[in-house]
């Protein structure tokens, strides 16, 4: 399953991207196939190193393949019964914010940003987790992204979406945005 996402993230970022973005992995299998193609005073040159055709993903390249995942776990985690109800909202006033939160968390990287990815399994049931980011060499979390239910008396649900970061231990709740439900109470995550 997971190599069967993996290969339609692949095609549809080279869809939407015509072409611009080749995904790392793919390019170092090519690199590698090509190696000896390459003459040797610049195999040996240092100056070769800075350009890898790997590091020619752009923050703004990388800032679109993480919304995408973001988007795609977001949806999931609503689930077929959530989804149709709150989708122009998220469209609207949540994925934006999210957005926003990546390109910060972009930014804060400096030149670690390519590491970034984005986890594929979102928490079931009651669960805040929907995604989080974390750094593909080292494994550590960077942003925890989550949402919660919030039961409002006399008002009613909420779905109150936040991010916690690295920076502050993960302690401090960053928001993103809500999302009215109903005063009746929303189906599981996933459901």
């Known amino acids: 399953m ?52 790997g590091e020619a993903l752009t923050k703004d390249e990388a800032l679109s393949v993480l919304s995408e995942q973001a988007k795609e776990q977001t949806l999931k985690k609503f689930g077929p019964r959530i989804t149709p109800q709150v989708e122009d909202e998220f469209y609207s006033r949540i994925l934006p914010n999210i957005e926003i939160a990546l390109n910060e968390l972009i930014e804060k990287t400096e030149g670690d940003y390519r590491s970034l990815s984005i986890t594929e399994e979102p928490a079931k049931g009651y669960g805040e ?29 909420y779905f109150n979406f936040h991010y916690h970061i690295k920076n502050d231990e993960f302690k401090e709740h960053h928001t993103i945005g809500e999302i009215y439900w109903d005063k009746n109470t929303p189906p599981k995550w996933m459901s």
């Open 129 to 157: 987790r929907i995604f989080h980011v974390y750094n593909e060499e080292t494994g550590q979390d960077i942003a925890l992204f989550h949402v919660r239910r919030d039961n409002r008396p006399l008002e009613g649900y």
């Open 2 to 53: 997971k190599r069967w996402l993996n290969k339609m993230l692949v095609i549809f970022v080279t869809i939407i991207t015509l072409g611009f973005y080749v995904p790392a992995n793919l390019l170092e299998v090519d690199a590698e196939n090509n190696k000896n193609n390459i003459p040797k005073s610049n195999v040996d040159d240092e100056s070769s190193e800075d350009s890898l055709p």
